[in-house]
């Protein structure tokens, strides 16, 4: 049967972002053809030396992206067709996002395909569906360790800068332990010098590697069950070091993180935080999170201390002795808040809480009684901010002799204090 010759619809009303995947053997005919007819054609001075016969316009991208606009802009007045071609797909960690940012959808049109990491666990020969993905261009190296505990599977796009020696040294820091992570790096991905090195991360950082290289992590020492108790919430009180009941109870801390809603980055402020409870299991929940517990008892220290130890947060949790609010002037600015304890400086915590939380951010106190209450709303309503209160009225079954009866515990006031947009 003879090839069914593909129409090609290139228009000069929106541009076509075309994703080459690992080179243009990964073209399909109809994406092809878009390139060919082309009048403007944009892209990394590696794509278009593919296409240097093409009798269009040649317009490298390096970092001239508001260059590369007013081309585009221009081009699509005089009614150019205009064909953006990139590396892997478009969508994914891909210009077609600013493209789409500054042109407005209606104005890009996409062709899809293969992603670097789709072409790079095939070679491997490894599924990604269970894989965290992160890209590491023009990013700092997040706390990796937390996430090698949590996911078996990490996949990172990397750079001149963070280069797979650093990372493994970066790693290696935060957790010694995972020397024995198996690493592979993939380098010239679908390029004639493609190769792929397997060792176990120890091995990495003393090793260079060609600059277009992708690197997938698997971990020596996940498994299923240490997954699902990292994410759990509202842990037993019991597996928590603290002194004389001084913490926030499992029912109430996991009502608490809940209203906090917890982004996947940033910086939590635990004041006040007796056994760490909070910060902790909020570390389990979110550990890309950078999070202070701060306690001015060194008693309490000692017990937040255990507990970072023993649930393995040490990357995502710094203790910080000392009293609030003078001690928080030191760190860096939050996202989010939680007041477990004040010790009676509640208004002059708040006013300095106000003035350092960051934009969209959110504040929740614990409190036990109604005065609190009464201060921190009438605090929350001054300064202009959302605030919601619920009272937890907790009953817990217990044995007496052969019959069971609820026996109440303290009421707890969770306050939320939010900064408005703007």
């Given amino acids: 049967m003879a090839a069914r010759k593909v129409k090609s619809r290139v228009s000069n009303k929106v541009i076509t972002v075309v994703g080459m995947g690992m080179s243009p053997d990964d073209l399909s005919s109809r994406a092809l053809s878009i390139v060919q007819e082309a009048d403007i054609?944009?892209?990394?001075?590696?794509?278009?030396?593919?296409?240097?016969?093409?009798?269009?316009?040649?317009?490298?991208?390096?970092?001239?992206?508001?260059?590369?606009?007013?081309?585009?802009?221009?081009?699509?007045?005089?009614?150019?067709?205009?064909?953006?071609i990139a590396s892997g797909d478009?969508?994914?960690?891909?210009?077609?996002?600013?493209?789409?940012?500054?042109l407005g959808k209606d104005k890009v049109e996409i062709i899809p395909n293969v992603t670097t990491f789709q072409a790079a666990f095939a070679k491997i020969k490894e599924s990604w569906d269970d894989a965290f993905l992160l890209s590491l261009h023009g990013r700092p190296i997040p706390h990796l360790s937390p996430l090698l505990k949590k996911h078996k599977k990490i996949g990172l796009l990397t750079d001149n800068k963070n280069t797979?020696?650093?990372?493994a040294k970066s790693v290696l820091s935060e957790d010694i332990s995972l020397g024995t992570t198996r690493v592979f790096i993939i380098e010239e991905l679908g390029r004639?010098?493609?190769r792929v090195h397997k060792c176990l991360l120890r091995n990495v950082t003393n090793k260079t590697f060609s600059s277009l290289n992708v690197m997938i992590l698997i971990s020596s020492s996940q498994d299923e069950g240490a997954e699902e108790e990292n994410i759990r919430i509202g842990m037993?009180?019991?597996?928590?070091?603290?002194?004389?009941?001084?913490?926030?109870?499992?029912?109430?801390?996991?009502?608490?993180?809940?209203?906090?809603n917890l982004p996947r980055k940033g910086v939590l402020w635990d004041i006040g935080s007796g056994s760490g409870s909070v910060a902790i299991e909020a570390a389990l929940l979110a550990p890309e999170l950078t999070i202070f517990a701060i306690e001015k008892y060194n008693k309490r220290i000692k017990d937040i201390n255990k507990n970072i130890?023993?649930?393995?947060?040490a990357d995502t949790v710094t203790p910080i002795s000392g009293e609030a609010p003078q001690v928080l002037k030191a760190l860096t600015k939050p996202n989010r808040i939680f007041v477990g304890g004040t010790e009676g400086q509640l208004l002059p915590i708040l006013r300095y809480c106000r003035r350092v939380l960051l934009p969209s951010g959110k504040i929740v106190i614990n409190a036990a009684t109604l005065e609190t209450v009464n201060s921190a709303v009438s605090f929350?309503?001054?300064?202009?901010?959302?605030?919601?209160?619920?009272?937890?009225?907790?009953?817990?079954?217990?044995?007496?002799?052969?019959?069971?009866?609820?026996q109440s515990l303290?009421?707890?006031?969770?306050?939320?204090?939010?900064?408005?947009?703007?």
Avoid: C
Avoid at 41 to 67: D, M, T, W
Avoid at 164 to 167: A, S
């Fill in 41 to 84: 054609l944009i892209g990394g001075k590696r794509h278009l030396k593919y296409f240097s016969k093409l009798s269009a316009q040649k317009v490298p991208i390096f970092k001239n992206l508001e260059e590369v606009l007013s081309v585009i802009n221009t081009s699509i007045k005089r009614r150019k067709k205009v064909v953006v």
């Fill in 90 to 102: 478009p969508g994914y960690y891909g210009i077609a996002t600013y493209l789409i940012k500054h």
């Fill in 164 to 167: 797979p020696g650093k990372i």
């Fill in 192 to 194: 004639k010098g493609e």
């Fill in 236 to 260: 037993p009180d019991e597996l928590f070091s603290h002194q004389g009941g001084l913490i926030t109870k499992d029912d109430v801390r996991a009502f608490t993180l809940a209203k906090l």
């Fill in 309 to 313: 130890g023993k649930f393995h947060t």
């Fill in 380 to 406: 929350f309503e001054k300064v202009g901010w959302l605030s919601n209160v619920t009272l937890l009225n907790i009953s817990k079954m217990k044995r007496i002799g052969k019959q069971r009866r609820f």
């Fill in 410 to 422: 303290n009421p707890v006031f969770v306050i939320e204090g939010i900064r408005k947009q703007g």
